[in-house]
């Protein structure tokens, strides 16, 4: 099971780092992805990390301010929040598979969520 956590509210530029972590399970045996979902808007990959080989991809809206990593004597990922802008307010999802991500973007590759995160960019 995971647990996303590090949520919070923060100015236009500022930064969060988020966790996702889990309990009875060693992470590194599992790619990770990270979604949010704004109000009225539908669930967006962010970003994930492989398994195995830890490849990261990124969505183009978060590129060279955002930094996926993987803790494995934490058991926990990270996603590394910074120059945070109003339009990155949502809530913030992570989400596992135990195979190799080929369509990540997809929620449906996920096997298992964590809850959400709430993470407010204010103006």
Do not use: H
Request: with cysteine; aromatic share 10%; charged share 20%.
């Amino acid at each position: 099971q995971l647990q996303a956590s590090g949520g919070g509210l923060v100015q236009t530029g500022g930064s969060l780092r988020l966790s996702c972590a889990a309990s009875g399970e060693s992470l590194n045996r599992y790619s990770i992805g990270w979604f949010r979902q704004a109000p009225g808007k539908e669930r967006e990959a962010v970003s994930c990390i492989n398994k195995g080989n830890d490849v990261t991809e990124y969505a183009e809206s978060v590129k060279g301010r955002f930094t996926i990593s993987r803790d494995n004597a934490k058991n926990t990922v990270y996603l590394q929040m910074n120059g945070l802008r109003p339009e990155d307010t949502a809530v913030y999802y992570c989400a596992g598979t135990g195979f190799d991500l080929r369509s990540w973007v997809i929620p449906t590759e996920y096997d298992f969520w964590g809850q959400g995160t709430l993470v407010t960019v204010s103006s």
